[in-house]
Nanobody, 123 residues
Framework: QVQLVETGGGLVQPGGSLRLSCAAS????????MGWFRQGPEKEREFVAA???????YYTDSVKGRFVISRDNAKNTVYLQMNSLKAEDTAVYYC?????????????????WGQGTQVTVSS
């Protein structure tokens, strides 16, 4: 059973940056797709970004040009670099993994989640 641990959240001012990390155990990420979701206050969990096992990337429109998903297979870790942060980016951010990126992008019920990391964008 894969286990995912997200870190790197915190309080940042609008326009600032954060890098989230998601470390996996129990699965070798190099053969799997990885993704990030977020859930804001009183909102549904929503897709943010995904990377297929071959390196193809996908982003929701609201973060394109600001967020970058990447992975370090040697560390079995996926990252989300978040730049030009806005108040509406405030949310708990979760990572997940699946064999195919489409499974992530459609938020299939089979997805496994980490515990999440809080990101708060506020002055």
């Amino acid at each position: 059973q894969v286990q995912l641990v997200e870190t790197g959240g915190g309080l940042v001012q609008p326009g600032g940056s954060l890098r989230l990390s998601c470390a996996a155990s129990g699965r070798t990420l190099s053969s799997y797709a990885m993704g990030w979701f977020r859930q804001g206050p009183e909102k549904e969990r929503e897709f943010v970004a995904a990377m297929g096992w071959s390196g193809d990337t996908y982003y929701t429109d609201s973060v394109k040009g600001r967020f970058v998903i990447s992975r370090d297979n040697a560390k079995n870790t996926v990252y989300l670099q978040m730049n030009s942060l806005k108040a509406e980016d405030t949310a708990v951010y979760y990572c997940t993994t699946a064999k195919a990126s489409i499974t992530i992008r459609t938020m299939d019920p089979s997805l496994v989640w980490g515990q999440g990391t809080q990101v708060t964008v506020s002055s």
